[in-house]
């Protein structure tokens, strides 16, 4: 009896043993297979350094088009660009145009890959990554310290949606308020405050670790003024002095996450435009618009 109570107290231990052996070694497993989330590094000229950490499993495409455009070094120079209530906008270019005016653009196929003999260099864009486009793994809510894409809005185009459905050509609207939805490529926000009214329809990819001080300093920067036809001075949400981002570094943790998915952007104003000429041919009329 002696010995048999010997035995089963092995057998116990012996049991205990290899339970806290397999608890281990699956701990270390998945200690050793999770990715850990890539880490960019923001270094603004005179404010300080922004660390993000970016969220693949939310965002895949989009974090793959970010890692690629600070690894080749588009973000290094540019500026912050916008500042509105709850938000710093950056990561576009900023040009004039014929008539003087200024005007943001994103970025073109040569920041993300070279260019292959005879290709042309063309703006590009990239799927918005959110609910409302279709892709309900994003559930990263605009939480203060989010970052998130930049894209056109049906608000830029209000009064151009409202010509082509007063010229017959409604059937189209949907088309176009989709594009809008897939026209983001390299400009970004950063929210000072909570925004739950973004979720679902911008696409957030990450969040501040570190530095969220740098990011309301900029928030606080002066901006210029204007006046409107009333003669009213209003203030606009372009800061007199641009903060400007030194350079952009990704920790990717070891991991390539190769080259985003992308198409050739959509030209909102070519095809309304288009939809003028043909509307103003069919009517007999010409365009002053």
Same mark, same amino acid.
């Not at 660009?81 to 003087?100: F, K, P, Q, S």
């Given at each position: 009896?002696?010995?048999?109570?010997?035995?089963?107290?092995?057998?116990?231990?012996?049991?205990?043993?290899?339970?806290?052996?397999?608890?281990?070694?699956?701990?270390?497993?998945?200690?050793?297979?999770?990715?850990?989330?890539?880490?960019?590094?923001?270094?603004?000229?005179?404010?300080?350094?922004?660390?993000?950490?970016?969220?693949?499993n939310?965002?895949?495409?989009?974090?793959?088009?970010?890692?690629?455009?600070?690894?080749?070094?588009?973000?290094?120079?540019?500026?912050?660009?916008?500042?509105?209530?709850?938000?710093?906008?950056?990561g576009?270019?900023?040009n004039?145009?014929?008539?003087?005016?200024?005007?943001?653009?994103?970025?073109?196929?040569?920041?993300?890959?070279?260019?292959?003999?005879g290709?042309?260099?063309?703006?590009?864009?990239?799927?918005?990554?959110?609910v409302?486009?279709?892709?309900?793994? @994003?559930?990263?809510?605009? +939480?203060?310290?989010?970052? /998130?894409?930049?894209? =056109? *809005? $049906?608000?830029?185009?209000?009064?151009?949606?409202?010509?082509?459905?007063?010229?017959?050509?409604?059937?189209?609207?949907?088309?176009?308020?989709?594009?809008?939805?897939?026209?983001?490529s390299?400009?970004?926000?950063?929210?000072?405050?909570?925004?739950?009214?973004?979720?679902?329809?911008?696409?957030?990819?990450?969040?501040?670790?570190?530095?969220?001080?740098?990011?309301d300093?900029?928030?606080?920067?002066?901006?210029?003024?204007?006046?409107?036809?009333?003669?009213?001075?209003?203030t606009t949400?372009?800061?007199?002095?641009?903060?400007?981002?030194?350079?952009?570094?990704?920790?990717?943790?070891?991991?390539?996450?190769?080259?985003?998915?992308?198409?050739?952007?959509?030209?909102?104003?070519?095809?309304? @435009?288009?939809?003028?000429? +043909?509307?103003?041919?069919? /009517?007999?009329?010409? =365009? *002053? $618009?």
């Amino acid at each position: 009896m002696k010995k048999f109570g010997k035995i089963l107290l092995i057998l116990i231990v012996l049991a205990l043993i290899l339970a806290i052996a397999f608890v281990t070694v699956n701990f270390a497993m998945s200690k050793v297979n999770k990715k850990a989330n890539p880490i960019v590094k923001i270094e603004f000229e005179g404010y300080g350094t922004v660390e993000i950490e970016l969220y693949p499993n939310m965002a895949p495409n989009t974090v793959k088009n970010f890692i690629r455009l600070a690894q080749r070094g588009y973000y290094d120079g540019k500026t912050i660009t916008d500042i509105e209530d709850g938000l710093i906008r950056g990561g576009l270019v900023t040009n004039t145009n014929e008539a003087g005016e200024t005007y943001t653009e994103g970025a073109k196929l040569s920041n993300i890959k070279d260019l292959a003999e005879g290709e042309t260099d063309k703006a590009y864009s990239i799927e918005g990554e959110f609910v409302q486009n279709g892709f309900n793994d @994003n559930t990263l809510s605009h +939480s203060r310290g989010v970052i /998130s894409m930049y894209r =056109s *809005s $049906y608000g830029q185009y209000q009064q151009e949606f409202a010509m082509v459905q007063m010229m017959g050509y409604g059937e189209y609207a949907d088309t176009l308020y989709n594009e809008l939805y897939n026209s983001q490529s390299s400009g970004f926000f950063i929210l000072t405050e909570d925004n739950t009214g973004f979720d679902g329809t911008f696409t957030a990819f990450g969040k501040v670790k570190k530095g969220m001080e740098v990011v309301d300093a900029i928030s606080k920067s002066e901006l210029q003024k204007t006046t409107n036809e009333s003669g009213v001075e209003e203030t606009t949400t372009k800061p007199i002095t641009a903060p400007v981002i030194n350079k952009v570094t990704v920790d990717t943790k070891g991991v390539d996450y190769g080259m985003p998915e992308y198409s050739e952007a959509f030209d909102f104003d070519e095809v309304f @435009n288009m939809f003028m000429s +043909s509307y103003m041919s069919s /009517s007999g009329t010409t =365009s *002053s $618009y």
